[in-house]
Nanobody
C-alpha cells in the first residue's frame, strides 16, 4: 500500500495558478488510479480530477466545474501525481486531498488511501 503526501497549496488571487503535488511512498504506485478531491467548509468532499494508468495508456476525468482550468498528470518514475490549476476562482477555495484507488476513478467510495490534505485559498 502507498502513503500519500500533498504539497503546493497556498493563497493566490483570483485568476492565478497553483500546482499541487502528491508524492507517493511505496513500490506499487503505478498499480493505482489516482484522484484529487476537495473539501470546502460546510460542503461534502467532492471528486475534482482523476487519472488512471495502464500499459495501454493514460485516461483522465474532471468534474465539469474545473474542465479547461485544471490538469491532472502523473509521473510514475517519480511516484508523483500533479494537479495544475489555472484561472483559479474563489469558489475553488478548499482543502485538496490526493487519494489512490484500484477501483473506479470517479467513484469516491473506491478510494482507500488518502493524503493529509493541502489548503488552497483563492482571494477575490
Amino acid at each position: 500500500q502507498v502513503q500519500l503526501v500533498e504539497s503546493g497549496g497556498g493563497l493566490v488571487q483570483a485568476g492565478g495558478s497553483l500546482r499541487l503535488s502528491c508524492a507517493a511512498v511505496g513500490r506499487t504506485f503505478n498499480t493505482y488510479n489516482m484522484g484529487w478531491f476537495r473539501h470546502a467548509p460546510g460542503q461534502a468532499r467532492v471528486f475534482v480530477a482523476g487519472i488512471s494508468w495502464s500499459w495501454s495508456g493514460i485516461s483522465t476525468w474532471y468534474v465539469d466545474s474545473v474542465k479547461g482550468r485544471f490538469t491532472i498528470s502523473r509521473d510514475n518514475a517519480k511516484n508523483t501525481v500533479y494537479l495544475q490549476m489555472k484561472s483559479l476562482k474563489p469558489e475553488d477555495t478548499a482543502e485538496y486531498y490526493c487519494a489512490a484507488t484500484r477501483g473506479v476513478v470517479s467513484e469516491h467510495s473506491t478510494y482507500d488511501v488518502w493524503g493529509q490534505g493541502t489548503q488552497v485559498t483563492v482571494s477575490s
